[in-house]
């Protein structure tokens, strides 16, 4: 992801105040357009609604903060979200685990 952000020209330099302190926030944003997603079964439904997951960069420096459709910056077959730990993560846990270290 960040490789792709470079690439745009968004990292590492911040715009506003040209500090080279830019970072991607690990998790994704959330942002919800016209209100909580229902279900298609639910009367709440409301078939406009949709919930967008985002990249969000910020400066350390300054705060300024951007984010970007993650859809966009990463290819079709790439997975954005991941449910659960991450491949590193689970290597991680399983190497503290056999060194007894939780």
């Keep these: 992801m960040v490789d792709r952000l470079v690439e745009l020209g968004v ?3 911040c715009a506003i105040c040209g500090s080279e302190t830019m970072s991607v926030i ?3 944003a959330q942002i919800r357009i016209g209100g909580p997603h229902y279900g298609k079964g639910d009367p709440r439904n409301d078939p406009e609604a949709n919930e967008l997951f985002m990249v969000l960069v910020h ?6 903060a951007h984010f970007f459709n993650s859809e966009k910056l990463v290819p079709r077959d790439e ?5 659960g730990l991450t491949e590193e993560e689970e290597e991680e846990r399983e ?3 056999a060194e007894g270290e939780g």
Excluded: F, H, K, Q
């Design 95 to 97: 190497r503290r685990e």
């Design 59 to 64: 400066c350390e420096v300054c705060g300024a």
């Design 11 to 13: 990292m590492p330099r």
């Design 26 to 28: 690990r998790r994704p």
């Design 79 to 83: 997975r954005m979200i991941i449910v």
